[in-house]
């Protein structure tokens, strides 16, 4: 592969904790992913993005790291991940791990020795501590909220405050401090050495704030993504700050060191016209398309989304991404079987009985949403379980409950553990194949129906259907070429051509509609009497 294999890249995304588990302790492990490696290879998928897995105490799912330079014991060792590589290159799979330069866990030596040290000292100057407001101090020093709900702020028995954007277990590092940008650099180059292709950036859009004094109030919207935030906060105080590209730009820069030259997505909550300054040729790759992902089903809407990311993309002479779904939101297949429009909290706080998903519908739309953003040019982001057409386990017992946003809401937020269930590998077993022993989330009745044994071979099934496109896609893919067909893109009908030959159909809308004579590549459901039906997707030669 080229050093542009990125440009036209499936990358699969593993969470590893609840991919799956070989020494029976419920949790996920790196020896389960490579023992699992040739499901990706039948896949066919180019590349893994591994989720955190370095030493954690797994207070946000470790996203809270203690030790960015090795692997949390509880899911191996760096021997094991040394395996994992070689397995995956074996395969002609890459490798990303995720990089979270925001924030560390406050188990992290750094923060350790930052408590112990006082106000002022070097060692808390690598973190955000301020004195609070008030006459006291008792007010923290500004009213900006924790994502997960809550205040960002947390008071120490000495009186001083720290800044935390996620979780309280999560301090956010000062990113002007020469050593914290020192460390990340160095973080980089260890994990590029050991072999690694590439990088996702968590919250890539954060690092800097605006810290000058009086520190700024924002306006809060509560229960926004980041998109939302910035639309009430153009120039927000900790979201998007300028300063952050240098960093990007002398990461690059590193990248550029190693050969192949190592690449990065960035995972930003931003919209486009923001976005693409992170993607400037100096900079990173790529970025997740998160406009994609909220899209709803609805080809008018499509087409916005898709002409937007291919313009905002190719000013910049990159290409854009195509992201169905992650780690921190609710499964497609449940999404799509709801009424556009969902308050999806709330449908989860209600155990997903109000309103009642139509997983059939769901799932349906969720195969056609597949052909379609396999069919876009560049890269597509598939998240574990969507070949599966896993949907949302919205009902997991609040005991089970482990995102902070649980409890830190107050109740009010489920969170994301619904959509990190394990995988289910086979019919049968205490976790379906997952390993010797239940998971650490229970997976719901039903699923052993849609493991990748009783899937497998089973011409009609999601999995058989990735398998199908992502082996039809390597036909055209390297042709960047994309055209909305003047004759069929009309309506609720998304119509285009990739490369010289393919014509992709995508029917949104409820009636049949008329079918060209031509041979079908693939289809997200059986098609009859030469018409496309309702919620289906078809991929042409012409
Ligand atoms: C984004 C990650 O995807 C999410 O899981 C995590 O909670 C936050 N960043 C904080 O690191
Ligand atoms: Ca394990």
Known sequence: MSDTWWRNAVIYQ???????????????????????????????????????????????????????RDVDPLLGTLADFDELVAAAHGHGIKVIVDIVPNHTSEQHPWFREALAAPPGSPARERYIFRDGRGPDGSLPPSNWESR???????????????????AREQPDLNWTNPE????????????????????????????????NEPLRDV?????????????????????????????????????????????????????NDRLVRYLRPDELHQAFNFEFLRCP??????????????????SVGTVATWVLSNHDVVRPVSVLGLPTGTDLNAWLLSDGAEPPADVELGRRRARAAALLELALPGSTYVYQGEELGLPEVADLPAEVLQDPQWERTGHTAK???????????????????FGQAPGWLPQPPGW?????????GDPGSTLELYRT????????????SFAWDEKYDEGDVLAFTRGEHVLVLVNTGSDPVTLPDAEVLVSSAPLSDGTLPADTAVWLRR
Not at 228 to 250: F, G, K, L, M
């Open 14 to 68: 593993i969470y590893p904790r609840s991919f799956a588990d070989t020494n029976g302790d419920g949790v996920g492990d790196i020896a389960g992913i490579t023992r699992r490696i040739g499901h990706l290879a039948s896949l066919g998928v180019d590349a893994v993005w591994l989720s955190p897995f370095y030493p954690s105490p797994w207070a946000d799912g470790g996203y809270d790291v203690a030790d960015f």
């Open 148 to 166: 997960f709900g809550g205040p960002a702020w947390t008071r120490l028995p000495d009186g001083q405050w720290y800044l935390h954007l996620f």
């Open 180 to 211: 914290v940008r020192a460390e990340f650099v160095d973080i980089l180059r260890f994990w590029s050495r050991r072999g690694v292709d590439g990088f996702r950036i968590d919250v890539a859009n954060s690092l800097f704030k605006d810290l």
């Open 219 to 271: 306006v809060v919207i509560p229960k926004g993504s980041g998109l939302e935030d910035i639309a009430a906060n153009p120039d927000h105080p900790h979201w998007d700050r300028p300063e952050v590209h240098e960093v990007y730009r002398e990461w690059r820069q590193v990248f550029e060191e190693f050969d192949p030259p190592r690449v990065a997505v960035a995972e930003a909550w931003l919209p």
């Open 297 to 314: 089903w609805d080809a008018t809407a499509y087409r916005r989304v898709i002409d937007a990311s291919i313009a905002f993309t190719a």
């Open 415 to 433: 969170g994301r553990d619904g959509c990190r269930v394990p995988i289910p590998w086979e019919r049968s077993g205490p976790s379906l194949g």
């Open 448 to 456: 052993a129906e849609l493991s990748v044994e009783a899937q497998t």
């Open 469 to 480: 496109a992502l082996r039809v896609r390597r036909e055209f893919r390297a042709d960047e």
